[in-house]
């Protein structure tokens, strides 16, 4: 079955952007330039860049979200090594989540396997971020959702969930190269969110605002999205098409 197998970002230091992620996050060396927490999720690899990382609102990137089975534990092994989170929330309906930035200023969003108020006791290696780790969501924008249902589709990609925000004027979309069924045919039910949250693949995550014209790709250059790469049985390809359908 095919895979995201790579998300690439343009940085402007390779070497502490890897430091950080392998000893803040606890990701392993994948090979091929990689990081990540396993071989069934996608692993990041960083490019070199000449101009700094300025997130824009309007930007095709948005995060990465890492699910943890105990978001509070996540939390406390962060800040206790000087970095700087978010407190914990409920968001909504949406999910039991927290935000930080890594060393070049991109956004890294932790996200619990439950909502809060949810989890179940269970023992976890405490060594482990979170208790164990896994890179969950890559999330990208788009202005327009229709050509990214259609592109997604003709890879081979399978709905997981929608989630509408509309007082934040955005819909949340998941897919996934997957045979796993959702609990709910409905994929707007609240019981297949936090089951997508405990997937042990990476799931591609399309933010649809709603009043967004287009949004933007930085220069190649500059620090920022650099595209995924999607592997299947017989090839790696490049799938910059997400970006070019979302201007």
């Not at 925000?165 to 045979?179: C, D, I, P, Q, S």
């Amino acid at each position: 079955m095919p895979k995201i197998e790579t998300l690439e970002l343009r940085v402007c230091n390779t070497n502490q952007q890897r430091e950080f992620y392998q000893h803040i996050l606890g990701m392993h060396d994948l090979g091929s330039g990689r990081l990540g927490y396993g071989a069934q999720e996608a692993g990041i690899r960083f490019l070199s860049a000449q101009t700094p990382y300025a997130a824009k609102p309007n930007d095709v990137y948005w995060k990465i979200a890492i699910a943890v089975p105990n978001i509070e534990l996540a939390y406390t092994q962060l800040t206790s090594k000087g970095i700087t989170v978010g407190t914990p929330k409920q968001f909504q309906d949406i999910g039991y989540l927290a935000h930080f930035q890594d060393t070049e200023g991109f956004t890294i969003e932790l996200i619990e396997h439950f909502f809060k108020g949810d989890r179940p006791k269970q023992a976890l290696d405490q060594s482990l971020l979170g208790g164990g780790a896994h890179l969950n969501l890559i999330t990208l924008r788009t202005a327009d959702i229709k050509p990214i249902e259609k592109m997604v589709t003709h890879w081979g990609m399978k709905p997981l969930s929608v989630q509408p925000v509309e007082n934040k004027g955005f819909t949340l979309y998941f897919y996934a190269f997957t045979r796993d069924t959702p609990p709910s045919d409905d994929l707007q039910a609240l019981e297949n969110r936090t089951w997508l949250y405990q997937r042990r693949y990476s799931v591609l995550e399309i933010q649809h605002v709603h009043c967004l014209d287009k949004t933007r790709l930085n220069n190649r250059d500059m620090a920022g999205y650099n595209g995924i790469q999607i592997t299947t049985a017989t090839e790696r390809v490049q799938k910059n098409e997400l970006l070019i359908s979302s201007y």
